[in-house]
């Protein structure tokens, strides 16, 4: 999403400075132009050639210089930018910021642009929690434009622990992303099911699969982004998210938190990797090995798939899928028409970098109509696009 957009970074006098240059190199990375304005006391920890360096642009740090591109260049780079970040953003900006004062390039910036603003806030503990700092975000989180990517918890450099600490780099660059991505999808309400259940034995042990839950959870990323509302229903997984998320362990609670949420959902996505059976009984106790057999006798789960293809109502829509490892089209086709799917969403175990903990994967989506379509090995955040692509129109 950042691909081909203007970003203007204002970089203030903080100790986090230092980190600019690295968040510089990822925006041009993801293809993004870039340019920077810095205060006097920002170029204290970062140089302006490093700046230019690595944003291969000159840095605007003097509103009067003779060197500058335009007499008026605190009006033409806001309005060359599609996005401006101000990152660190020290007590003193914040303030200037939520004040309307510009006296110096990057202030006077602020003031003239009418695009997206993310600020990213970082000072020591105390100078955060000033009265006066927290009535400067909240005044700034009332205006429509500004988003705020608040502080981190952590130690500082000042030597102490606490709130105040800069966002990390890549946290910025997801902000940043999100805020440009198009809300094609706002208004919806998006169910997805992520990652692996476990299946009790006893306290000591389970049955479980593969799955690390990245795909499900890129899904939930990017439809955020663009704008719905998401539900996640995750099995136990390392994965993050930051929304709305619905913690379950095992294949029943899943079931009962799908038939729950289902009805409220425009679009469900079931990407959790559930398992199919568990034991007909769960000890109280760590089974011992006292007998050379041990027979485990299972009962299949709820189908959630199924089941709620039979609640779906016309205005929903329920996406499936499918990992096989034979008859690939032919058993997704099946799967389709047995639970009343609008799509699936087919992996195949035989192609290389697919399946259960990769990075990356390839599919074939299948629609009822009977259509489809199949998609080259690509990143997850990637092939989540190209799931969202089904019903982003």
């Known amino acids: 999403m950042l691909n081909g957009k203007h970003i203007l970074i204002g970089i203030t006098g903080g100790i986090a400075a230092y980190k600019i240059p690295e968040l510089i190199r990822l925006l041009r990375k993801e293809g993004a132009e870039v340019r920077v304005t810095a205060t006097a006391h920002a170029l204290e920890f970062v140089t302006p050639l490093t700046l230019q360096t690595v944003s291969d642009n000159k840095v605007y740090t003097d509103m009067f210089s003779l060197h500058n591109e335009h007499t008026t260049e605190h009006i033409s780079l806001p309005e060359w930018a599609d996005l401006m970040i101000v990152a660190p953003c020290t007590a003193n900006t914040l303030g200037k910021l939520a004040n309307g004062i510009a006296d110096d390039a990057l202030s006077t910036a602020f003031i003239a642009t009418k695009k997206p603003v993310l600020i990213v806030p970082a000072m020591n503990c105390n100078m955060y929690g000033h009265p006066a700092t927290q009535h400067n975000l909240q005044t700034l989180r009332t205006w429509e434009h500004i988003h705020i990517l608040d502080c981190a918890e952590g130690d500082l450099a000042c030597g102490t622990q606490g709130k105040g600490r800069m966002q990390e780099v890549a946290a910025i660059l997801n902000a940043a992303d999100s805020i440009l991505e198009e809300k094609t999808l706002l208004g919806k309400r998006i169910l997805i099911t992520a990652g692996p259940t476990q299946e009790q034995i006893d306290p000591v042990r389970f049955i479980s699969n593969y799955s690390s839950g990245k795909m499900g959870y890129a899904l939930a990323r990017i439809c955020q982004k663009k704008g719905a509302e998401v539900i996640l229903i995750s099995g136990p997984t390392e994965q993050k998210f930051d929304g709305q998320t619905i913690r379950t362990t095992s294949a029943e609670e899943m079931y009962k938190a799908c038939v ?130 089904i019903f982003d129109d």
């Open 260 to 389: 729950e949420e289902f009805q409220k959902a425009d679009i469900t996505i079931l990407c959790a990797a559930v398992a199919d059976f568990t034991p007909e009984t769960k000890a109280d106790q760590k089974i011992k090995r006292e007998k050379e057999d041990f027979i485990l006798r299972l009962h299949p789960t709820h189908d959630i798939a199924a089941t709620l293809g039979q609640q779906k109502k016309n205005n929903q829509l329920l996406i499936g899928f499918a990992l096989e490892t034979q008859n690939e089209i032919k058993n997704a086709q099946s799967k389709i028409e047995r639970k009343n799917l609008d799509y699936i969403v087919l992996n195949s175990l035989r192609d290389k970098g697919a399946g259960f903990g990769t990075d990356t994967n390839k599919i074939t989506v299948l629609s009822k109509d009977g259509s489809i379509k199949t998609f080259p090995l690509k990143s997850k955040e990637e092939v989540a696009r190209d799931i969202v692509t």
